[in-house]
Every structure is written in structure tokens, then in C-alpha cells.
């Protein structure tokens, strides 16, 4: 049998390929110092190993012939810092070391990538030899914060799925969950004395279908749809977090996107007819056609000229503080629509009292109050970039969402940056062609993905503290398509926040990718297969007749397609070279081979709509 090729995601610092193999024994003693805070990985070794090998795992503070030594250093290796580890496997044994318990723990992520990929499985797998390539690794992370943040407004994920979420992310050595806990759709987090927030602010009517094309729910529709954690859930969520070496960002997004706090609490809007307000559940509340900032079709802000809104953020803010250890809090500030600000006595009033020209400007003033309530909680303030737009306080921090260049500005004058462009870390976009994923405004495929580099050239890299992909949700019912939508352009995300530059080779990416594949199909996570889809490009020739391109995202992939309603397998004409549609053919199908198996998903396009792509 031949050794798996080694495919540790993200790529290590430094990995030695060494003679010999080592073999699981029957009995494994994992050697680790007593109350030295490596029970996390311990109990992470122990089950992977029992669960899937069935062979008897114990473990000692000094055993004479530990099969597994997870040792911390009692003097710190500078290289390491405090998340990196040194892996040793040896024909006879497997030592992991670390500064910090952390680094153990990642080191133990790495070790389990080593195994035969049926170490993932959820239950006893026979008939495998349980060996792992002799290996030195050394490796720690390019960022300190590498995070994903989870929407779980536009739609409510249990507190299980979100441990679940947590687990998922932690294999991959990502360290920071960012909880988008507060948007139009849905208040999420139970806050002491305001109680309509979650009596009210919760619950939405559920619908099904495309969100945002939805029909005004009617009057009596229940609005049993949704859900929130109490302050007890979230307790739980930060202690497992913490367990697994993750923090949690917690976000409340204002002052836009504040139509289920409105709903809740009518008196923090500008404009009377928010009484009448009810929380979204997906119809249209905003006129996208010219551009950002949006026209609101409703309300949905907070009022930066009423005070009731400060001492109502205090609130929440203080026990948002107190609830998180995390030392940010991110306010939002994105997408805030000023066009009810624009005709708002009480704005104009505020424009004159404190000398405001623009519109921008008073949601700057807004910003750097809400700052000034964040601080006094003794935690620091970070905003989506649009905090930019109107003036900043020298102490926000800023994650750059619209494009690099908001961060590059940001972290050039001196502002702490997080990376997180929709060009490259968008997870809610589509992944393969539109005919295949739920309908989004953009595509972000995984190749351009692996491009992300979070620290460019030409900025101040000391305030780049870290990288993050984001899933909202909006087209995301449940917990199985947020894995679709995750993986693997996690993985490509984890890599260039994690691996040096120098490391990132899309080939050898690609091979990893796929032997991770078989890995999270014993796991029993879904991931996207997009990668053997290939990328449809419609043009037209100089006669106008319309010609279809398939270019493939990996190599070594075949295409075989027709026109003639029949599915395609590899007995039919193969795609070599930009294909013209028959006079009367309605349909396009596509299907991808490796050698003999198929491989990519059966692709349906109908001329009609590659007719409206050339436009």
C-alpha cells in the first residue's frame, strides 16, 4: 500500500519528509504534564483515535514508552511565538512541543492531518494500516487573528450549530469567530431590561425560496420564525470557544441595519411610521439600482439625533462588554441609507448644534460616540470601513470589507486592520456557476480565493493584525449549506493567513484540497465539488453568433456536453474549443471526467439564459 501523500491545510512553515513510517500500536499512551492546560488536546487525540481505530488510549504524566509526547517548553522557543509547534514523527514515536498550550493544539491538528484519511470517521473502520510518514514539521501562523465570521441574524443557528461551526473551524487553525448577532432580520442576544429585543426583535415570518424577493408578510402571518441565545448560551459559547483556543467578536450593527431593534423599540427611529414596523423576513426594504449607499424603502437606522439611542447602546453595550472577554467590540457603521436622515428635522438640528457639513459627517459623529460608550467598557471599538467615510477617531479599528484599499488607508495612518475583501473572502457569493449555487450578485471561485494576500505590498504591515472570511446568510436556510459555503475556500483562506507567502502554490493547493475532500466526507461535512465545474464564459462572435467557453479550474479534467436534452458522459463529444449552439437547441448540459469516473457535478444551462449572459 502506498503512503497518502502528505497534505497538511494550512500549509506548514517547514515540513521534512524523513525515511520510515510509524505505526499506530494497539495500546496508545499519550504523555502530557498534569494541569498543564492540554486537555483540550488530549480529548481532541483521544477520541479521533478511539472513535475511528477502536484501539485503547490512555494517558500518563511518564510512561517509559509514550507513544504520543506532548511537551511544552520551560524555555520559550522564540520562533514559535505563541500558537506555533514543532511536530516530530519517528518510526517509534510522535512528539509535539509548543510555548504555549495552543501551539500543542494546533500541532495536534496537524498530526491527525498525518493519518489515513478514515481517522475522520464517526465510527470503527477496519482493514486500514494506521501508518503516518516520518516527518519534522515546525510551523506558527503569519497573523494573529484569523477569523470567519458567522451571520447568524439573517437566520438563527442553534447554539449547537454553532459549536459545531467552532469545531469545524479550529481543524483548519482559525482562531477568531466573528458573531454577527444583529441585523434587520433578527435581534439574537438576550439583553437584561429590554426585553422586546427578543420578545419582538427575534422572530420573523419564515418563508422559503429567494431571499429579498419575498412578498410583504401579511398581518396574520405568525412570526414564530427565529430565535436568540439567552446570556446563559453565550457564556457556554465563549467557555467552548475558549476551550479550542478561539475568541469571540461579538457584532451588533448600527446604525443601519436596524430595523429589529426599530421594531422592538420605535422611539430610537427619526421617523415617525416606525411604529408601524416590523422586523424583516425577507422582502425587499432597499433600492440597490443606484449603487451604495442605499435608498431605504423603510427606516432602518437608529437616530444620531436622538439620546435615547446612546443610553439605549450603554445598555447593551455594557452587558455585551461584560458577556464577551474579547477585547473588541465591532458596531457595524456599513451600509448605513441617509436618505431619511437627509429630510430629518432633528438631523439638521443635530448639523447645526455640532457644525456638521454632510450627511457622512453625522454618521461620523454617531461612530465616535458609540466609540467613546465601547471604551468606557473598557474594550476597543472596530467598525466595518465605511467608519472611514466621515472623519475617525485615532483608536478605531477598522475591517476592510469594501475592497483592500479602505485597510490599506486604514493601517497606513496608523488604524489596527483586519482583511476581509469581498473580492476574495465573500463566502455568501457564488462559488460555480449561477445555474448550480442560490442566486448571489457575485461569484468568488476558489482559485481567486487562494489569490488573498492580507498584507500587500506597499502598507504598514505592523497594523494588519489579521484576516477573516465572512458568510451572511441571507441565502442560507440551514446548517448544511453553511458548510457547502464554507469549504474548501476556508481552507484557501486559512492558508493566506496562516502560511507564508512564499509557500502558496495553487497545484499543489489543489491536490491538498482533494485528499481533504475525502476527509470531510468521512467527517460528514458538506463542502462545495465546484472546483470540477467548469467556468462557462459566454461571448459572441463577430457575426453575432453566440459562443460558449468552458474553461476548466483544475487540471486534468475532460468536458463532454450536449445539446440534444440527453446527459452527457464520456461517449460524447468531448469539449475542445469554444462550442456554437445549434440553430434550435434549448439546453446545455455539461459533465466533467477524470480519466473514467465522473467527477464534477451534471451542469444544466438553457440557451435562454446564456442568450441573456452575452448581453
Excluded at 428635522?345 to 457622512?360: D, S
Aim: net charge neutral; with cysteine; hydrophobic share 40%.
Amino acid at each position: 500500500m502506498s503512503q497518502t501523500p502528505i497534505a497538511i491545510i494550512p500549509e506548514p512553515v517547514s515540513l521534512m519528509k524523513k525515511a520510515g513510517s510509524f505505526t499506530l500500536p494497539e495500546n496508545v499512551i499519550i504523555q502530557a504534564l498534569k494541569g498543564a492546560d492540554l486537555k483540550q488536546s488530549i480529548d481532541f487525540l483521544s477520541n479521533r483515535i478511539t472513535v475511528a481505530t477502536g484501539k485503547f488510549v490512555s494517558t500518563l504524566n511518564n510512561a517509559t514508552h509514550p507513544t504520543i509526547k506532548l511537551i511544552l517548553n520551560s524555555q520559550v522557543d522564540p520562533q514559535l511565538g505563541t500558537e506555533g509547534y514543532k511536530l516530530n514523527v519517528n518510526p517509534t514515536q510522535i512528539v509535539i512541543t509548543a510555548n504555549k498550550p495552543a501551539g500543542i493544539f494546533y500541532g495536534a491538528q496537524s498530526l491527525i492531518q498525518l493519518f489515513p484519511a478514515e481517522i475522520e470517521s464517526k465510527e470503527l473502520v477496519n482493514n486500514v494500516k494506521w501508518k503516518l510518514p516520518c516527518v519534522d514539521v515546525v510551523d506558527y501562523p503569519k497573523l494573529g487573528w484569523r477569523g470567519l465570521m458567522f451571520d447568524v441574524a439573517r437566520h438563527f443557528f442553534t447554539k449547537e450549530e454553532v459549536k459545531h461551526f467552532i469545531d469545524d473551524m479550529v481543524r483548519y487553525k482559525f482562531n477568531l469567530l466573528h458573531l454577527h448577532l444583529a441585523d434587520d432580520e433578527g435581534w439574537r442576544i438576550e439583553i437584561k431590561g429590554l426585553p422586546k429585543l427578543t420578545e419582538v426583535g427575534a422572530w420573523s415570518v419564515k418563508k422559503t425560496g429567494t431571499f429579498g424577493d419575498f412578498v410583504p408578510p401579511s398581518a396574520d402571518e405568525p412570526r414564530t420564525y427565529g430565535g436568540f441565545y439567552t446570556q446563559e448560551d453565550i457564556k457556554e459559547l465563549v467557555q467552548y470557544a475558549q476551550e479550542r483556543f478561539v475568541n469571540i467578536l461579538p457584532e451588533i450593527d448600527v446604525p443601519g441595519h436596524s430595523l429589529a431593534v426599530i421594531a422592538s423599540y420605535p422611539e430610537l427611529s427619526c421617523t415617525p411610521e416606525a411604529v408601524n414596523y416590523k422586523v424583516r423576513s425577507g422582502e425587499k426594504i432597499m433600492d440597490w439600482s443606484r449603487g451604495a449607499p442605499p435608498i431605504a424603502l423603510v427606516d432602518n437606522t437608529l437616530c444620531p439625533a436622538n439620546e435615547k439611542v446612546y443610553s439605549f447602546l450603554d445598555t447593551v453595550i455594557t452587558q455585551i462588554a461584560q458577556l464577551f472577554p474579547f477585547e473588541y467590540i465591532h458596531m457595524g457603521g456599513d451600509e448605513a441609507s441617509h436618505n431619511f436622515w437627509e429630510k430629518n428635522e432633528q438631523v439638521k438640528q443635530l448639523m447645526l448644534r455640532e457644525g456638521l457639513k454632510t450627511i457622512p459627517q453625522v454618521q461620523a459623529y454617531f461612530e465616535k460616540r458609540v466609540e467613546q460608550i465601547v471604551v468606557a467598557k473598557g474594550k476597543k471599538f472596530m467598525g466595518w470601513d465605511e467608519i472611514l467615510d466621515g472623519g475617525i477617531s485615532p483608536t478605531a479599528a477598522v475591517m476592510s470589507w469594501r475592497g483592500m484599499k479602505y485597510g490599506i488607508q486604514a493601517a497606513n495612518d496608523k488604524h489596527n486592520v483586519v482583511m476581509s475583501p469581498t473580492e476574495f473572502a465573500y463566502l455568501d457569493y457564488m462559488q460555480a456557476d449561477v445555474s448550480t449555487e442560490p442566486k448571489v450578485y457575485a461569484s468568488l471561485r476558489l482559485n481567486k480565493v487562494y489569490q488573498f494576500n492580507p498584507v500587500p505590498a506597499g502598507v504598514n504591515a505592523q497594523y494588519i493584525i489579521g484576516g477573516q472570511a465572512n458568510l451572511w446568510t441571507e441565502q442560507v436556510y440551514n446548517f448544511r449549506q453553511v458548510e457547502y459555503m464554507v469549504w474548501p475556500r476556508a481552507f484557501a483562506i486559512s492558508e493566506s493567513i496562516w502560511s507564508p507567502i512564499e509557500k502558496k502554490n495553487w497545484t499543489n493547493f489543489v491536490d491538498r484540497t482533494e485528499q481533504h475532500f475525502k476527509r470531510l466526507d468521512l467527517a460528514e461535512v458538506k463542502y462545495s465539488p465546484a472546483i470540477y465545474d467548469p467556468i462557462i464564459t459566454v461571448k459572441r462572435s463577430a457575426d453575432k453568433q453566440l459562443l460558449i467557453e468552458l474553461t476548466p479550474e483544475v487540471d486534468n479534467l475532460e468536458i463532454y456536453y450536449s445539446f440534444d436534452n440527453s446527459i452527457p458522459d464520456r461517449f460524447y463529444p468531448k469539449y475542445t474549443s469554444a462550442l456554437q449552439v445549434p440553430k434550435d437547441a434549448s439546453l446545455l448540459k455539461i459533465i466533467t471526467y477524470r480519466g473514467k469516473q465522473p467527477i464534477g457535478r451534471l451542469i444544466s444551462v438553457s440557451v435562454a439564459d446564456l442568450q441573456k449572459r452575452s448581453r
